[in-house]
């Protein structure tokens, strides 16, 4: 049963930079493509970023393209989120998530293809 255990945020100014760790406590053996999304307080659950099993096809949301990068770890399930010049409306609890899939290179978006979700981060951005 995969266990997600995010760690990285903290509070950090604008324009600074944070990275997101997300691993699985379980270490199963399946392969998972995985998923880092948001939520900030009074608004839905956003899409941030996501990652094939291969780690070969990467989504970005439009307002983290060209600033967050998602990278996949050596061990099964290890997914980072680096975090580059950050903003206010950046400010929220992330996520990750993996998603059963048995495309090696399809990354997803929605939310409902994930089945196991962590705890969550807090991510702050202020001066």
């Known amino acids: 049963q995969v266990q997600l255990v995010e760690s990285g945020g903290g509070l950090v100014q604008p324009g600074g930079s944070l990275r997101l760790s997300c691993t699985d406590s379980q270490r199963t053996s399946d392969d998972y493509a995985m998923g880092w999304f948001r939520q900030a307080p009074g608004k839905e659950r956003e899409f941030v970023a996501s990652?094939?099993?291969?780690?070969?096809?990467?989504n970005y949301a439009g307002s983290v393209q060209g600033r967050f990068a998602i990278s996949g770890g050596n061990a099964k399930n290890t997914v980072y989120l680096q975090m580059r010049s950050l903003r206010p409306e950046d400010s929220a609890v992330y996520y990750c998530?993996?998603?059963?899939?048995?495309?090696?290179?399809?990354?997803?978006?929605?939310?409902?293809?994930?089945?196991?979700w962590g705890q969550g981060t807090q991510v702050t951005v202020s001066s």
């Open positions: 990652i094939s099993k291969s780690g070969r096809t990467t």
């Open positions: 998530a993996a998603a059963a899939t048995s495309y090696d290179d399809t990354a997803y978006r929605v939310d409902s293809h994930y089945f196991a």
